[in-house]
């Protein structure tokens, strides 16, 4: 007889996804099937433990690269009721492309993402046509994208990567807003530009077009396989096989064992 897993309730952090199948395992993960809300880069945690509490009919996730960041939400998680959420620890590029199958997440999240000011480094800006077009095929039909930035710089990027996909539309009248709308949480970012008396400009954007982006196309993109150097051999061979399975490798690369 099979026995149900039964949802991790001490932790939110998720059970090590380079074990898991592709895409990861939200209904077995959370006990329970429900849409998907999506935080990339959550740092503190705040928004996400807020509108998780706000709206626990959702299955909220968040996916952050810091580790301090992630065990401080884990904390702040059990201070404010336990709402459903599970993070994600690990490189948004990579766990976008593993942890979600198309048309599968309602609503992602950007506050404040890094903008990467130098032009040599704004092909690690998370926000680009590769990126937006993998978003297109995880959002659902309609599905919502918000992106929160206080800088110009960053702003004026989003006009032109945000359009220039075709696969998005503004949700209400323009791309953004000079405020943001009423009950959307502050981050600590915000806060600090706020302080700082810039401007916060808020994005929302609405998925119109469903994207089909070629998964070997968008790791090499994002160069996932040089990526995973800095875990050991063992997770490297583990998370080469997530990306065979989810259509990113023909080949094991070159580089790795
Ligand atoms: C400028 S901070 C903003 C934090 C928070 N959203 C806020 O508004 O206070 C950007 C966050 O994105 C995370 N981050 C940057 N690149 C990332 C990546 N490739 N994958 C996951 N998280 C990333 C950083 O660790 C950091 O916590």
């Not at 949700?171 to 706020?194: D, F, H, I, N």
Request: glycine share 8%.
């Amino acid at each position: 007889m099979g026995h149900r897993t039964e949802p991790e309730t001490r932790t939110p952090c998720t059970p090590d996804w380079t074990r898991a199948p592709v895409p990861f395992p939200w209904a077995e993960w959370f006990g329970r099937a429900a849409p998907i809300r999506l935080e990339v880069g959550f740092g503190n945690g705040e928004f996400l433990i807020t509108l998780a509490a706000r709206h626990p009919d959702r299955n909220w996730v968040g996916i952050e690269a810091s580790r301090t960041s992630v065990l401080k939400t884990a904390s702040r998680w059990e201070r404010h009721g336990s709402p459903p959420v599970r993070l994600l620890h690990g490189d948004a590029y990579l766990l976008l492309l593993l942890g979600f199958g198309p048309r599968t997440v309602e609503a992602v999240y950007f506050n404040c993402p890094d903008p990467w000011f130098k032009k040599r480094h704004h092909k690690h800006r998370l926000l680009q046509p590769g990126m937006v077009e993998l978003l297109a095929n995880r959002l659902s039909d309609g599905g919502e994208l918000w992106v929160v930035t206080d800088t110009q710089e960053f702003r004026d990027h989003l006009l032109e990567v945000l359009p220039g996909s075709g696969f998005l539309e503004p949700a209400s009248g323009s791309w953004y807003v000079e405020k943001l709308p009423e009950g959307y949480p502050v981050t600590k970012y915000m806060r600090e530009g706020l302080a700082a008396g810039r401007t916060l400009y808020c994005f929302h954007g609405r998925k119109v077009r469903h994207a089909e982006p070629d998964p070997l196309d968008y790791a090499r993109r994002f160069h996932l396989v040089e990526s995973l150097a800095r875990y050991t051999e063992a997770v490297r061979l583990r998370v080469l096989e997530q990306l065979r399975q989810a259509g990113a490798l023909m080949e094991p690369h070159p580089a790795c064992p």
